[in-house]
């Protein structure tokens, strides 16, 4: 694991806007509140708020309550009156490398017709509206349009298999599901609408299946249900003002998997959210509107694609690129082709994403102009030093700082990143915000100043999530129940070094980081336990060089069946199909039974252990210890 050993290399920023980062953290530890309405009034508020934030039902916090707004004004319109309209919002790149060049003015006009298309089909504010859609631009307008009006939207990530986008789209009953024909993926087209039709039957609250046609793949549709997006836009008037909205209006709902298998529904609102987003890539990433080109590179599904994508880029006012493919195609230099091609300025990207391309080698980035770059970002786990260092010298040619962002869909918005003018060490993601407080707990909620703990967040900020979508128990339960109601526990171990950097470590709960992308053990156990030749399943996270983490399922199969590569790899199937490609297994271990304790609670500590490497842990607390023999020599001893 990472450490401020003598290894490090702190490193200064060369920022092209230099704040005085000592003096914002000072001004942000004197007066939170009064900084936090600072940020907020960058914004455009219809009408302005007078109370900064309401905590008297903490931890149901409600920021500038009685100020009102709209994202999609805030993201266009704002900058279309300010004479910005012919600025890209986007350049769009295909797979194929096809091109489409987004302004403001155009995207503008986009979001009003599909919004006024949304209200043909009877969408009011508080509706929600599902989207499932791959990353081309009617992704955002989708987004903003829902915004528009006070719908909220829930995006389901594209690569999630029916059953998934099924089960979350029932969890916040949907109204209208946004998909398309067709997605794209490596050169090949998979029939996106047709494959969700079995699990649209299902779901009887949802009245509108909107269709983008992308690809022209084949796509029945149901009449009465089932409409074209071109249709629908061709036949909307062309103005849709934006509805003002309170600012605690949900905007919209993100699921996210947790320590149980149902997904939780995290809840963002409209103005807290904006103002953490719209804060932080300002700050974080040094941001020059005027004449920066952003790339981030997550899909559009993530709260990253949400946060840095999307509002944080467009309420800022800045020219983004956003890339339909994967890193790897048409060809394995595509992300430095674009960094060329576009001029960019600031890469924000994914660790797993680095570890591949330095699998690829020096050669493909040294093809390329990366000369653009002034900045380069990484969020999604923790960036090993060997990783940073080679993100640094190969793309950042030594010059770029890298900026280590940690975050989480609860938080919104980055929580924890070194500032421009401030030094990084590789590995660490350096201090908390102005305006945010984090400490480490021990185990009995003291605090640990120097050492390792738990990492909570002390103090409330506009852009976290105010609860979840219908279980406000849950909230309660999963965030501010071990520390009081005070203290948000994140679910990450952390260290904190003597310069109060932290240092994350990696999740405390069931919950597996795969490429950057979370993942329920619970959620995967219940699907693999759902295939009729299982009949007992758990599974743990092994450490993996390119995805951070990698998924090992120990399977008993039932009755009559062996566990053989045949039933492996149906399996596999099985867990992409109901959950999406990303859960597959990296190995399936067979094994007779599971460690269970004799309450009959699966215990992945021992699991984890064996699977590691690391000698096992206590097993007294089993009920059968003769288990852990059987399953050390299948460890060792894989079957096949
Ligand atoms: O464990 C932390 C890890 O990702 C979790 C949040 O996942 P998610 O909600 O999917 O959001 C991912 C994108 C913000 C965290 O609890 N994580 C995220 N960023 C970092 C990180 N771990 C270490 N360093 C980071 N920079």
Known sequence: MTTAGPSTVPRSFAARHPVDAEALYARAAADRLGFWAEQARHLAWDKPFTTVLDDTEAPFHRWFPDGTLNASANCLDRHVAAGLGDRVAYHWHGEEGETRTITYAGLLDEVQRFANALKGLGVTAGDVVGIHLPMIPEAVVAMLACARIGAVHNVVFGGFAPQAVGERMAACGARVLVTVDGARRKGRVTAVKQALDETLETLPGLEHVVVVGATGAPC???????????????????????????????????????????????????????????????????????????????????????????????????????????????????WWELVERYGVTQLYTAPTAIRAAMSWGEELPGRHDLSSLRLLGSVGEP??????????????????????????????????????????????????????????????????????????????????????????????????????????????????????????????????????????????????????????????????????????????????RAGDAALEAELREHISVRIGKLARPKRVVWTEALPKTRSGKIMRRLLRDLVTGRPTGDVTTLGEPAVMDALTAAVAHPAH
């Not at 509805?243 to 949900?250: C, G, I, N």
């Not at 941001?287 to 467009?314: E, N, R």
């Not at 336990?529 to 951070?548: C, F, R």
């Open 220 to 334: 029945p549709m149901r009449p009465g249900r089932d409409s074209w997006y071109g249709d629908l836009c061709a036949a909307a008037g062309p103005d849709c003002p934006a509805v003002p909205l309170p600012a605690e209006h949900p905007l919209f709902l993100l699921y996210s998997s947790g320590s149980t298998a149902a997904p939780k529904g995290i809840v963002h609102t409209t103005g807290g959210y904006l103002t953490g987003v719209t804060y932080t890539h300002r700050l974080v990433f040094d941001l020059d509107p005027d004449h920066d080109v952003w790339f981030c590179t997550a899909d559009i599904g993530w709260i990253t694609g949400h946060s840095y994508l999307v509002y944080g880029p467009l309420a800022n006012g800045v020219t983004s690129v956003l890339f339909e493919g994967a890193p790897d195609h048409p060809h394995k230099g595509i």
């Open 383 to 560: 960036i090993n030093p060997t990783a940073w260092h080679w993100y640094h010298r190969v793309i950042g040619g030594g010059r770029c700082p890298v900026v280590d962002t940690w975050w989480q869909t609860e938080t919104g918005s980055i929580m924890i990143a070194p500032l421009p003018g401030t030094t990084a060490k590789p590995g660490s993601a350096a201090r908390p915000l102005p305006g945010v407080s984090a400490a480490l707990l021990d185990a009995d909620g003291t605090p640990v100043t120097n050492g390792t703990g738990l990492l909570t967040l002390t103090q409330p900020w506009p852009s976290m999530l105010r609860t979840l979508h219908g279980d406000d128990e849950r909230y309660l339960s999963t965030y501010f129940s071990r520390f009081g109601k005070e203290t948000y526990v994140v679910g990450d171990a952390a260290r904190l070094d003597e310069d109060g950097h932290f240092w994350i470590l990696g999740r405390t709960d069931d919950v597996i980081n795969v490429s950057g992308h979370r993942l329920s053990t619970a959620e995967m156990e219940s699907a693999i336990a759902a295939h009729p030749a299982v009949a007992d399943a758990a599974v743990v996270a092994v450490p993996d060089e390119l995805t951070g983490q990698a998924v090992v399922a120990f399977v008993t199969p039932a009755d009559g």
